[in-house]
């Protein structure tokens, strides 16, 4: 993007990229995020900051953000959900020290993957987790699959140790719903059984075609419905063909870096699992190589 271009002008890797990505005519973008507009020159376009700079806009757009509110609901349910966050940020604090620092003044959410909360499982809240990257549709469409099956009976969720955050919250909590996108996902669907497996994408008619759209291609939610309570014949059309043909598409150069980074976790994981192996021989336990986390 044009933010990036500074930066990478620096390196010579980051020139490659630049190339790579045919960003050589990207105009470069000085940012501004330690300071502040003071204010907006007679032209229209030319913005001055607080540290005296000044930089000529060609699109100036107000993004203000927003606060959650519920105003709507009654005193008693936004109380419980307030003292409901609270309790869980203080068990969170003292694992992992200050959650709080970056925290604004909002309505809380419920704990139960920011949908629901356990005393009102028939009150959802769809669509206000915040993700690093990703769009919040398809976590919306996910959340509703996961909040049908939790008034159903029909969510395992996972047991976890008293104060320990959920593994898919963004790391430097400068938001209190942030949350990483593919993980959260993941975490979500394997409540309901929705998480494909190895297995289950051996079952495609192209199954090479399926594992490298789920390694390659974001947590789309075509690769929730393969498998569990939504399950759909479509949406194995769409994995192995409009989603593959959309990863493919993105280049040779970017598709190298995504396999790289997939054989780099693969590697990892082996690792892992083979050091887990000796240690269960040494101490004499069984291993668990396939966990939920």
């Known amino acids: 993007s044009h933010l990036n271009v500074p930066v990478k002008r620096k390196s010579l890797w980051g020139r490659f990229w630049m190339w790579a990505y045919r960003e050589g005519d990207l105009r470069p973008i000085e940012s501004f995020h330690r300071t502040e507009v003071t204010d907006v020159e007679d032209d229209g376009v030319t913005v001055r900051f607080g540290d005296g700079r000044k930089y000529e806009a060609d699109l100036i757009v107000l993004a203000t953000g927003y606060k959650q509110s519920f105003p709507f ?17 203080d068990e969170h604090n003292s694992c992992e020290g200050d959650m709080g620092k970056y ?8 704990n139960e993957h920011f949908i629901v909360g356990k005393t009102r499982p028939h009150l959802g809240f769809i669509g206000f987790v915040r993700p690093n990257v990703g769009a919040i549709p398809p976590m919306s469409e996910l959340q509703v699959m996961w909040w049908l099956e939790k008034m159903r009976g029909n969510v395992k969720t ?13 790391l430097g909590r400068k938001y209190s719903y942030g949350v990483d996108y593919g ?3 993941h975490r979500v ?23 490298y759209t789920y390694c390659i291609g974001q947590s789309m939610i075509s ?4 498998q569990g309570p939504y399950e759909s014949k ?13 990863c493919t598409k993105r280049g040779f150069a970017e598709n190298c870096g995504l396999l790289y980074m997939t054989w780099l976790s693969f590697l990892m994981n ?15 336990k069984r291993p668990k190589l396939f966990v939920r986390y």
Request: with cysteine.
């Open 73 to 89: 609901l009654d005193d008693k349910i936004r109380k419980e959900f307030r003292e409901e966050s609270a309790r869980a940020r």
């Open 223 to 226: 690769l929730f419905r393969l």
């Open 189 to 211: 669907a394997e409540d309901i059984d929705a998480a494909p497996t190895l297995s289950t994408l051996a079952k495609s008619s192209r199954p090479l075609r399926a594992l």
């Open 158 to 170: 996972l047991d976890s140790k008293p104060g320990t955050p959920p593994s898919y919250m963004v």
């Open 183 to 185: 993980n959260y996902m």
């Open 103 to 110: 925290n604004i003044e909002e309505e809380h959410l419920p």
């Open 270 to 284: 082996a690792i892992a699992c083979v050091l887990e192996c000796l240690w269960c021989i040494l101490t004499l």
């Open 234 to 246: 479509i949406c194995w059309r769409v994995v192995t063909g409009e989603l593959w043909r959309v």
